[in-house]
C-alpha cells in the first residue's frame, strides 16, 4: 500500500459524549494534541462553536494555549476563529499573545458563520455576515498582526503566525481576493473540485502569501472492514441528522445506542449524505480515495475531522490514519 506524501493534520471541534461533564471533552483535546504529535501530524487546531450541546469548544484561543502548552513540535491552531463574532484587534491581540509565548508553531485560521440558532447569535450580538466586511476584518487583522495598524497589538511579534480562511462556495473567492490559504470540506470530497477559480485569482500581494495553498478537510475513518469504519462513524452521522432538526449538534452517543432509534425518512437521508462526504473503510479502501480526493483537488495538505463515541478506537483510527502519510 502506497503512502500519501504530503502533510496532514487534525482538526478537532471537542466532541461532547452523552452522560458525561463537557469538561472531560476540552481535556481529551488537550490530549489527544499530544498523541497526533507523537504520530506525525503537522498540524492541531480547534474548532469555535458557541452554545452547542455537543461541542465544548467555544474559544479557540484558550484552547490553543492548552494544546500547544502540552506539545512541542505540532502547529497549533485555529479552525476557526469566526470573524463576525470578534473585534479584529482582539483577535490579533490573542494569536500575538499565543505566537510570543509558542513562536513558530501558531496559525489562525478565520471563518465567517454565525451561531447556529437565532438565540446564539442574538448573545453573540451577531445577526448576519457580511462578505465586504469579512474581508476588511481579515485584512485589518493581518495589519495588526504584522505592525501595520492603525494602532499597535500588543504583544508585537516578530514573524505574524501564518493565516487561513476556512471556505466553501463563495467564500473560495474571498480567500483568493484576500491572498491567503484556503482550506476547504464538504461537496469537495465529491465530484469535480471547484479550485481553479481560487487558484486562478489569487491575490499575491506584498501582504500575501507567494502561491495558493489548499487544505482539504476530510472526515475520514479507517478500521478492519469498510462495515467496522462505517459503525464508528454512525455516532457523529447520527450527531449531524439531529442537527438538522433541532438546529445544534447533540453529544455523541454509542453506535448501538442510535440503532436503537427509529429514524424518519429525513434522518436517513442525513446520515446517508453524511456518509457520502466522508472517506471510511480499510487501510487500502481509505489511501486510495485520500490518493483520488487529492489527484482532483491539487491538494497540498489533508486536514481530518474524525470523530467517534469511543476515545480508544478514536486514538486508534488517529494512528491508524497517520500510517497512511509518510513522514
Keep these: 500500500m502506497p503512502a ?7 482538526l478537532d471541534r471537542s466532541r461532547t459524549r452523552a452522560g458525561e461533564p463537557d469538561a472531560v471533552a476540552v481535556r481529551a483535546t488537550v490530549e489527544r494534541a499530544h498523541r497526533a504529535e507523537g504520530l506525525g501530524y503537522s498540524r492541531f487546531w480547534v474548532a469555535e462553536h458557541h452554545a452547542v450541546p455537543g461541542i465544548a469548544s467555544g474559544s479557540p484561543a484558550v484552547l490553543a494555549a492548552a494544546v500547544a502548552a502540552r506539545t512541542h513540535r505540532i502547529r497549533v491552531g485555529s479552525g476557526g476563529v469566526m470573524l463576525p463574532n470578534h473585534v479584529p484587534l482582539v483577535v ?5 499573545v499565543l505566537e510570543s509565548l509558542y513562536p513558530g508553531r501558531i496559525d489562525l485560521g478565520l471563518g465567517r458563520s454565525l451561531g447556529f440558532s437565532a ?3 442574538e448573545a453573540l450580538r451577531t445577526a448576519r455576515t457580511d462578505p465586504e466586511k469579512f474581508l476588511r476584518d481579515v485584512a485589518e487583522v493581518r495589519a495588526y498582526l504584522q505592525g501595520r495598524g492603525p494602532v499597535t497589538a500588543r504583544p508585537a511579534v516578530a514573524q505574524a503566525p501564518p493565516m487561513f480562511v476556512l471556505a466553501s ?4 473567492t474571498l480567500a483568493a ?7 476547504v470540506g464538504g461537496p469537495v470530497l465529491r465530484g469535480p473540485a471547484p479550485l481553479a477559480p481560487y487558484r486562478a485569482a489569487f491575490d499575491d500581494g506584498p501582504a500575501a502569501p507567494a502561491h495558493p495553498y489548499v487544505i482539504v478537510s476530510a472526515n475520514v475513518m479507517v478500521a478492519a472492514t469498510r462495515g467496522a469504519a462505517e459503525e464508528l462513524l454512525l455516532p457523529d452521522a447520527w ?3 439531529a442537527s438538522r432538526a433541532t438546529g445544534a449538534y447533540p453529544p455523541l452517543e454509542e453506535a448501538a445506542a442510535v440503532r436503537r432509534r427509529s429514524l424518519t425518512p429525513k434522518q436517513r437521508e442525513s446520515v446517508e449524505q453524511f456518509y457520502d462526504q466522508a ?19 491539487g491538494a497540498d495538505e489533508v486536514m481530518l ?8 478506537e478514536l486514538a486508534r483510527a488517529d494512528a491508524a490514519i497517520a500510517r497512511l502519510f509518510t513522514a
Excluded: C, H, N, W
Excluded at 177 to 183: E, F, S
Excluded at 279 to 297: C, F, H, K, N, Q
Design 4 to 10: 500519501l506524501d504530503l502533510p496532514f493534520s487534525l
Design 92 to 96: 490579533a491581540e490573542q494569536f500575538a
Design 119 to 121: 438565540p446564539v447569535r
Design 169 to 172: 462556495g463563495a467564500g473560495l
Design 177 to 183: 481576493r484576500a491572498g491567503l490559504p484556503v482550506v
Design 239 to 241: 450527531a449531524m441528522a
Design 279 to 297: 472517506i471510511y473503510g480499510s487501510p487500502d479502501e481509505v489511501v486510495a480515495e485520500l490518493a483520488d480526493l487529492v489527484r482532483r483537488t
Design 305 to 312: 475531522t474524525t470523530s467517534t463515541y469511543d476515545r480508544d
